[in-house]
Nanobody, 115 residues
Framework: QVQVVESGGGLVQPGGSLRLSCVAS????????MAWYRQTPEKQREWVAT???????NYSDVVKGRFTISRDNGKNTVYLQMNDLNPEDTALYYC?????????WGQGTQVTVSS
């Protein structure tokens, strides 16, 4: 079992920034990917970014150039630096851990972009 806990969400004005954190604990495998997804009541869960255990990032086209995913393997933590936020980024942001055997989701952290 792996526990995944997100933090860092909140209310921010358009054009502002936030940094989300996600800590994984438990039976962590050395070869794993961690990813961020987001969801609103109107949309299906949407992939945002992924980072491999070698720290190779990938981004959805919607956030590329504005968001940066990074990780600290020593802390089993992944970060999502979000810049130039706009109201369309408002969502519940979820972190997902996966390895060769299984995947686990966190409970999500709310990001609201509004003036």
């Amino acid at each position: 079992q792996v526990q995944v806990v997100e933090s860092g969400g909140g209310l921010v004005q358009p054009g502002g920034s936030l940094r989300l954190s996600c800590v994984a604990s438990g039976d962590i495998r050395s070869n794993n990917n961690m990813a961020w997804y987001r969801q609103t009541p109107e949309k299906q869960r949407e992939w945002v970014a992924t980072i491999t255990s070698e720290a190779t990032p990938n981004y959805s086209d919607v956030v590329k150039g504005r968001f940066t995913i990074s990780r600290d393997n020593g802390k089993n933590t992944v970060y999502l630096q979000m810049n130039d936020l706009n109201p369309e980024d408002t969502a519940l942001y979820y972190c997902r851990y996966n390895d060769d055997w299984s995947y686990f989701w966190g409970q999500g952290t709310q990001v609201t972009v509004s003036s």
